[in-house]
């Protein structure tokens, strides 16, 4: 056996993970070879003193605590989310009867949140001094308030990721309840603009990119789904967005549209109706 | 039945992992009791900082709900949720801006930095080794905590850092003999002490 096989089986050796033969030919190595065996009782050494530093013990009863908060705001979320009226309640649903239902949802969330931490306040911490407490406790509030912007974030991108449209429209209602959401929820709202097969999906989409028109990424990501898009409705909404946001980049693209004779009629007209807006 | 009692015992990981996939999200607490510790004592040895261990361990189950859809059926959950903490940890050292290599090889450890000063005390011998431990390079500290600590199988290490068993065995071996070697020098140096009150080792 070669002094390096010895060296790389001295784990398992001294954790007796070989089997008796492999064992017995290192015993027999090492009996031969002095370097070898100064090698190995330097590992073992250390290897035993590793076993002397005692595992943390962690707070359990606080995480499970915190995990019980994240698990119920996030079935509470799913079980409060409203089904999506058909098309023509579309919009209404998403800006007035969806919103109370997920503010709802989304307050329920905080406040268990904010119910643990008070209660974690109210209720003296074992082995923790009075003046460590209120310290500990903002601490925990904020670490809360960001794992409720996780959790909605997560919602969002879950159910965006769903097979079922009405779960999609859910998640892209969702993204309105995330206070600065991250780039990944941006992304995930333009994607879902270019790809979803839906056209109520993409028409929810559009008004919740309304709040991030300010983002160069949203802008330009808007300009060229009207030109991506086959649906009228969609396109017409993409018009609206584009005179709402002011967005002047989008001229070309509107003239584009409004000249063109295999482009849907309406869409013409709304075309030329934006540009005369931006104009 | 309370999501964290053990009436699923019988239930593999992988189980409870696709049907909290499928949208059981309160099969998630069983997963809990059963890795909550060992992720703690991984991310604990990992960043010296129990609190930060407890809010990580917190984040990698946030992770696995978000990215459950990930979870692949032929995959070991043991591996998976490892490399979540990984990445977690991995985060975490990025948003301190801490370098994940905390000393470099040949480094001098018996430097002014660590240098005793008259607010010091003596370590025992194991808060010394604890400290060689937090002192090596966090990839080496990796491998001895996941070997030693966790009792992973050099298979199952190869498989969480994409690299082959015999090269798993072999760094082993390196990061064992360079902790003997930063051990032994700061036992040398007479460095090997904490400060009482300010110094966030050792924290076991």
Known sequence: MQCETVHAQLPDF?????????????????????????????FAETWRKLGSIASP?????????????????????IASAPAPGIRGRLAASFTRHSHHHLMRAASACALVAIGIAIGHYMVPLSG????????????????????????????TLSLMQQQ????????????????RPSSEVVAALLDTLMHDPNV???????????????????????????????????????????????????????????????????????????????? | MSRFSGKNAIVTDEALMRAVRGGDVARLGVLFE??????????????????????LVQDVFIRVLKYRATFRDEGRFETWI???????????????????????????????????????????EVACLERALLLLRADKRELIVLA??????????????????GTVKVRIHRAVNELREIFLRLAESQSCNVKQSTHSFPIF
């Open chain 1, 14 to 42: 001294l954790s007796h993970a070989l089997t008796d033969a492999e064992s017995e030919e290192i015993r027999l190595h090492l009996a031969g070879c002095r370097t070898c065996r100064n090698e190995a009782d330097g």
């Open chain 1, 57 to 77: 013990d962690p707070d359990s009863a606080r995480m499970r605590t915190r995990l019980t908060a994240i698990i119920d705001g996030f079935e509470h979320a």
């Open chain 1, 128 to 155: 923790g001094s009075e003046k460590t407490r209120p310290t500990e406790t903002s601490a925990e509030i904020v670490a809360m308030r960001g794992e409720l912007r996780d959790l909605r974030e997560m919602i």
């Open chain 1, 164 to 179: 079922s449209a009405s779960n999609r429209l859910k998640g892209v209602s969702w993204s309105g309840q995330i206070d």
């Open chain 1, 200 to 279: 109520n999906v993409r028409l929810a989409t559009i008004d919740a990119l309304e709040r991030f028109a300010s983002q160069d990424v949203v802008r330009r990501g808007t300009i060229q789904a009207v030109d991506r898009q086959v649906s009228p409705l969609v396109q017409i909404a993409l018009i609206d967005f584009m005179v709402k946001v002011n967005e002047r980049e989008s001229i070309g693209t509107l003239r584009r549209l409004s000249q063109d004779p295999k482009v849907n009629a309406a869409v013409r007209a709304r075309a030329a109706w934006g540009l005369q807006q931006l104009g």
């Open chain 2, 34 to 55: 059963r890795y909550h510790r060992p992720l703690f004592d991984f991310l604990a040895r990992m960043t010296g900082d129990r609190a930060a261990a407890e809010d």
């Open chain 2, 82 to 124: 490892f490399r979540i903490a990984r990445n977690a940890r991995a985060d975490w050292f990025k948003a301190r801006r801490t370098p994940d290599d905390v000393l470099d090889e040949g480094a001098d450890y018996a430097s002014p930095a660590i240098a005793m000063d008259e607010r010091l005390t003596r370590e025992t």
């Open chain 2, 148 to 165: 030693r600590y966790r009792g992973m199988k050099h298979e199952a290490i190869a498989e969480l850092l994409g690299v082959e068993p």
